[in-house]
C-alpha cells in the first residue's frame, strides 16, 4: 500500500480537526518546553499538513520546517504562514542532509506512513545526535460511545469484505516496540485531558462523508450500507441519534530520544 495523501480532506481539514483552543496552548507549551525549543533551535514537523501543529509554534517564535506528501495541504498552510519553509516529500525519504535539525515532530501520521520505520529511521537522520522526536497521539477510553460505534462500524465494514486500516502502523504498541528495538529511549508523557460532546447522527454522517481517511478506500456500495447497518444498531442501542453524549479526551506525547 502506499502512503495516504490527504489532498482530498484540504477542503475540511481544519473544520474536523481543529483542536480546542486551551488544548492547542497546552501542546504548543508542551513540545517547546520538552524539545527545548528556543531560538537557535531547529525543528522539523514530518506531517505537517495545514499547519494545525506548526502554526501555534511559528507564532511562539519557533524555527519550524513542514514536510508533507500532499502539495494541496502544503499550498493551504502557505497561505497562512508567509516565508513558510515548506518541503513537498515522502516521510521515508526525507530531502535533508544528516543531523539537519534538533528536533522533530510527528503528530497522528505514522498510521498513514506505508513505510512508518523507515519514516522513523530517516527522521533518526536529520535529527543531530542526541536530538528528540515528539510523537504527539491521542487516546480514549474503549468502553465510551465514540470508541463503541467505532468498533461496530469495523466489524461490519470487515464482515462485507473492507478494511479500514490505513498503510501505516496500526497500533501506537507497534511504534513502541520499534523504537525498543532500535534502543531509543521512550518516556509517555500527558499533555492535556479534555470533554467533547459526540452526537452519533453527527458522527454517522461525517463516515457517510467519508471525513475520515479509513473509509476513503471503500466502494460506495459498501460505505453505504456499512453506514445504514450502523445506524440501525446505534438506533437500537441509544433511541434518538441526535441526543449528545460526553466523551473524554486525551492527548499524550511520546517523548523519544534517540541513542547516539
Known amino acids: 500500500m502506499k502512503s495516504l495523501t490527504f489532498d482530498r480532506a484540504v477542503s475540511y481539514y481544519d473544520r474536523t480537526r481543529a483542536l480546542p483552543r486551551e488544548v492547542s496552548d497546552a501542546l504548543t507549551d508542551a513540545l517547546i518546553e520538552l524539545g527545548q525549543l528556543q531560538p537557535g533551535r531547529r ?26 506528501l500532499s502539495l494541496a495541504m502544503l499550498a493551504r498552510l502557505a497561505s497562512k504562514w508567509p516565508h513558510a519553509q515548506l518541503v513537498q516529500a515522502d516521510a521515508a525519504c ?25 519514516a522513523l529511521v530517516e527522521v533518526q537522520r536529520v535529527v543531530r545526535p542526541g ?4 510523537h504527539v497521539w491521542n487516546h480514549r477510553r474503549q468502553d465510551d460511545l465514540a470508541s463503541r460505534l ?53 458522527h454517522i454522517q461525517s463516515l457517510r462523508d467519508r471525513v475520515w481517511s479509513g473509509t476513503w478506500q471503500l466502494s460506495d456500495e459498501l460505505l453505504a450500507s456499512a453506514v445504514d447497518e450502523l445506524t440501525r444498531w446505534a438506533q437500537a442501542e441509544l433511541g434518538s441519534l441526535e441526543q449528545s453524549y ?13 541513542s547516539g
Open 94 to 118: 526525507l530531502p535533508f542532509p544528516d543531523r539537519s535539525f534538533d528536533i522533530a515532530l510527528m503528530v497522528h501520521v505514522l498510521h498513514v506512513i506505508a513505510d512508518w520505520k523507515g
Open 131 to 134: 536530538g528528540l522526536l515528539l
Open 246 to 258: 460526553p466523551i473524554e479526551r486525551l492527548m499524550m506525547i511520546d517523548f523519544v530520544r534517540f
Open 43 to 68: 525543528c522539523l514537523e514530518v506531517g505537517a499538513g495545514t499547519g494545525r501543529i506548526a502554526l501555534p509554534l511559528v507564532a511562539r517564535g519557533v524555527d519550524m520546517v513542514g514536510v508533507d
Open 150 to 202: 467505532a468498533e461496530r462500524f469495523r466489524v461490519i465494514v470487515e464482515a462485507g469484505g473492507g478494511s479500514l486500516d490505513r498503510p501505516g502502523a496500526r497500533r501506537r504498541e507497534d511504534a513502541l516496540a520499534f523504537w525498543a528495538e532500535q534502543g531509543w529511549h521512550t518516556e509517555e508523557i500527558e499533555v492535556a485531558r479534555w470533554q467533547e460532546d459526540l452526537m452519533p447522527a453527527a
